[in-house]
C-alpha cells in the first residue's frame, strides 16, 4: 500500500485530499455520499473546494494559534465488495 500526505491550508487542499483518498479506495462520490448519508452533490462541493463558514473557521484558528493540518491515507489494493 502506498502511503500519500498532504498538508491541508485551503477548503481547495481540503478537497483534494479527500478526493485523491476517495479514489485510492475506490469509491465514487455517490458510494461516499451514500455511506455518509449526504447528497453526492455535498460530495461534489468539497471535493471542488468550495469552502463552507466551517472549514473556513477551523483553518482560520489553525494558523492563528499555529496548528498545522495534514491528511494520511493509504491506497486500498483490496476489491471492495
Do not use: C, N
Not at 8 to 14: A, K, M, Y
Not at 35 to 40: K, M, N, R, Y
Not at 47 to 76: H, Q
Amino acid at each position: 500500500m502506498a502511503k500519500h500526505t498532504a498538508r491541508l491550508r485551503s477548503p481547495g487542499d481540503f478537497g483534494l485530499a479527500v478526493q485523491q483518498a476517495r479514489l485510492a479506495h475506490g469509491l465514487s462520490q455517490s458510494e461516499l455520499a451514500a455511506e455518509l448519508d449526504v447528497p453526492q452533490s455535498t460530495i461534489s462541493e468539497i471535493e471542488s473546494g468550495k469552502a463552507t463558514i466551517y472549514v473556513r473557521r477551523l483553518l482560520s484558528i489553525a494558523r492563528i494559534i499555529g496548528l498545522e493540518f495534514t491528511a494520511t491515507w493509504e491506497e486500498d489494493d483490496a476489491p471492495r465488495d
